[in-house]
DNA sequence: TTGTAGGCGTTATCAG
DNA sequence: CTGATAACGCCTACAA
């Protein structure tokens, strides 16, 4: 059923012609059969006997007929719009995401509709009233600051699916990422490498991410059994700033430390300028790792060592859940593990080659 | 059936919803006056008395009614969306746009639609019908590769504003950056620092804006009496690796140059990483300016040199432009003059300081 | 100034 | 299997 709407639209974007409305009685009358058939085979309601099928089938090809999305959503219910709350539209992390949702939401004829909530609760929940008005089939929820309970009542009305959070409701699909894991690794990596004295730039506390990405650098510092020194763990807000002032704020405390490991790699970035304006060399003085292999980290100078963070995919998980969801099927979709991508930017503590 | 109310119900009850669609006839009944009237009223089509449109505001806020956007669509009037054709969500440099888009479209009630067309003239031919379909109040092409004559078509049909191209028909407005100008200083900049080989990294030649960049190039080169000089000129497309692979043929050729002049901050990193490698400093050994001012630029080591290029005023300006367009006024917008942002990436040819 | 009636393009509910 | 017919929620003549 919705290989053909997108069929459809394709031919006619083919032929190239400007628009026109041809509806769906003009299809019928064109085909020789009343409108409901034609209904009926644009959305496999029934079974239609093969000749009339093909006759309509041929007249919507003819016709370049294309379904009008706010009739069918009028009398329908459904608008075949997925609305996306993102936070901002413009960060290199969540641009990735956004991009694998609507790729997977192309194929079966769904659109997104993308709002930011600016992290900011009650601009999220603003968002949500805006798509609800707009009656999109589902909602997706990228990581925000809604609350729990906000997000289960909302899950009442329509299926919604959410990353970021682990979460079970009727209705409501959890996507999470293992953060836990990732800081885990992150942090391993740097002792792997002989570090001791590891500072640690924490995200935005309000995000639970940041909070388990501390937890797994904590953790593999126990495991190693190496003391943690709270004066090496400076806060940041996932911005480049942030991770610039942090470093400014270490190296004016004075404390002894051979690697960072910044809690996102925007803030791995301000603090490889930093370092850089202080006259630390990453790696040769100071080994850096960041979190969420962003595209620019490869491109990064050193490249940077981060824990990989599949955006992408992550957008296509939720989008493929929330079809699920919207088809009444049980999503089963598991976020990939987090995996270390070791570059130039982390090396062996005392090594002067890589 | 037997009214209204119930049929409603029934619909919601059977889909599983729990929310309450309140209608503008509810809302009319409330405030003891005819459904025409609140339209009126909902979008001042008339003018209606004091004493009613208090009654009417009222029921609206008490039963916190939101006008359904699908059925007024249908009605024949607006759908409150724009659609964005965008060649790529997650480029650092489009999110930018999108984001000032966002911003100025809401206050006018209106959301964006976004769909991506992966540069590519068919794809984004989908994109328009697909907008069109939903019936958007306008599109907004953010720098394409459909033809002039494409898009005037479609703005025969609906208002359309165009970035990144001058061009001038009914209905549609064109917002271009002066991408010559910004091709001329940046070259002037480096000239005037007292480089003289300079490279040039083309961007993707079927970008119209490319070329612009690179006659900026020759001719601050012709204005100082600087020969061109063909081996100096490579091509890039405008994504990092590109960048990368065209410092590494350059300097396979064993050309001799002082500076390199990228044609976007993407090229410029890759460039950046390129130089690097081959234990090239800069802006010691070579100096580099890129052109967009990407929000990384200024974090990137060293801190890019670059052209300035508004991209979320332009997402503005192309967005109030298209409110305008749709009010029917004639839009006015301007793009601010290209700037140069000299930061640390560039500096005076021999000297040892910066 | 206000109300009434008809229609926008589909889908859903009935009979046949 | 198929075809009328009634919604869906709102807007816009047309009438009053």
Redesign the pocket.
């Known amino acids: 059923m919705k290989n053909k709407i997108v069929a459809a639209s394709g031919v006619k974007a083919a032929s190239g012609r400007s628009y026109a ?1 041809v ?3 003009m299809v019928a009358a064109a085909a020789g ?5 034609v ?2 085979i ?2 496999g ?5 093969a ?2 099928k093909k006759a309509v089938d041929d007249a919507i090809a003819e016709l370049g ?1 294309v ?2 999305p706010m ?2 959503g ?4 459904r608008t075949l719009s997925i609305g996306v709350v993102t936070q901002a539209i413009d960060s290199p992390f969540y641009g990735v995401a956004l991009s694998g949702i609507e790729d997977a939401l192309d194929p079966a004829g769904y659109s997104p509709l993308f709002v930011s909530g600016q992290w900011n609760a009650s601009a999220e929940a603003r968002c949500i009233e805006v798509l609800r008005s707009r009656r999109v089939d589902g909602i997706i929820v990228l990581t925000g600051r809604l609350s729990d309970q906000a997000l289960k009542t909302c899950a009442k009305a329509l299926p919604v699916v959410v990353t970021g959070r682990s979460l079970k409701a009727p209705g409501l699909f959890a996507l999470n990422f293992d953060n836990f894991t990732g800081g885990l690794l992150a942090t391993q990596h740097l002792i792997t490498l002989g570090h001791r004295r590891i500072a640690f730039i924490t995200g935005d506390p309000a995000h639970p991410d940041a909070n388990d990405r501390l937890r797994g650098y904590r953790t593999a510092l126990e495991q190693a059994d190496i003391p943690f020194e709270a004066a090496l763990v400076v806060p940041g807000e996932y911005h480049e700033v942030s991770g610039q002032q942090a470093v400014d704020r270490l190296l004016a405390s004075h404390q002894q430390f051979t690697a960072i490991f910044a809690a996102n790699d925007q803030m791995a970035f301000g603090a490889a300028l930093a370092l850089h304006r202080h006259s630390l060399r990453v790696p040769e003085d100071i080994s850096l790792v960041g979190f969420d292999d962003l595209p620019s980290a490869l491109y990064a100078i050193p490249p940077l060592s981060t824990i990989h963070h599949p955006a992408y995919e992550l957008g296509q998980l939720a989008a493929r859940a929330m079809l699920q969801l919207i088809a009444g099927e049980k999503p089963t979709a598991e976020v990939p593990a987090p995996r270390l991508v070791a570059r130039q930017s982390s090396r062996r503590l005392g090594s002067a080659a890589p």
Chains 1, 2 share one sequence.
């Not at 059969?33 to 058939?37: E, L, Q, R």
Request: hydrophobic share 40%; glycine share 6%.
């Open positions: 409305p509806t769906l009685d059969v009343s409108p409901s058939t209904s009926r644009l959305n309601t029934a079974v239609v006997s000749l009339k007929f379904p009008n009739a069918r009028l009398a329908g219910g």
